[in-house]
T-cell receptor, first 117, second 119 residues
């Protein structure tokens, strides 16, 4: 069975500091991995995805994540935090493969990012 | 392109009442998902449709929850009767895959959600 663990339910950084949000996954088959961002009272927006191509994935708003199979990790980083990055971030995993239920996403519990001026 | 639309955005009901949520996916997206997001948790899949057929409803509490996707476009999710623990945000998402032979990217597009409060 697949699962996702996000370390730290709340992360606080200063504006301009490095952002590091941690995600570890468990999957019995090669995974597809995603990071989504959720702003208050809004739905989820895809930041980036890993689908077995390059292990370093670049997303929107300056975020990137690196797939490390040996560590079963997919941590999200951004070199310099901006006030507008304050939101909740969710890591998700799905099974690779063809259609049907393999498309289902399993989400972590989320990490709320606060950015201090 | 227009995003996933959901209504209503907010709903407050008393326990044992019924409620229905509506979702209109992105045009051309064959797959539609309903998720339940309880406060402080990540979204949990309730049901997945491909066109108008159910692909996965293993986590749908079928004694009180039902969903349909007539004509393979819009979808409704109903709760009857509601319980206090059903208080959550209900998210609808859609994606492009249209067949079991399609290698999918699994990119799902989410609507803004319906926040349900059961008192």
């Amino acid at each position: 069975a697949q699962s996702v663990t996000q370390l730290g339910s709340h992360v606080s950084v200063s504006e301009g500091a490095l952002v590091l949000l941690r995600c570890n996954y468990s999957s019995s088959v090669p995974p597809y991995l995603f990071w989504y961002v959720q702003y208050p009272n809004q739905g989820l927006q895809l930041l980036l995805k890993y689908t077995s191509a390059a292990t370093l994935v670049k997303g929107i708003n300056g975020f990137e994540a690196e797939f490390k199979k040996s560590e079963t990790s997919f941590h999200l980083t951004k070199p310099s935090a901006h006030m507008s990055d304050a939101a909740e971030y969710f890591c998700a995993v799905s099974e690779s493969g063809y259609g049907g239920s393999q498309g289902n996403l399993i989400f972590g519990k989320g990490t709320k990012l606060s950015v201090k001026p | 392109e227009a995003g996933v639309a959901q209504s209503p955005r907010y709903k407050i009901i008393e326990k044992r009442q019924s409620v229905a949520f509506w979702c209109n996916p992105i045009s051309g997206h064959a797959t539609l998902y309903w998720y339940q997001q309880i406060l402080g948790q990540g979204p949990k899949l309730l049901i997945q449709f491909q066109n108008n057929g159910v692909v996965d409803d293993s986590q749908l509490p079928k004694d009180r929850f039902s969903a349909e996707r007539l004509k393979g476009v819009d979808s409704t999710l109903k709760i009857q009767p509601a319980k206090l623990e059903d208080s959550a945000v209900y998210l609808c998402a859609s994606s492009r895959p249209a067949g079991l032979a399609t290698l999918v990217s699994y990119e799902q597009y989410f609507g803004p959600g319906t926040r349900l409060t059961v008192t």
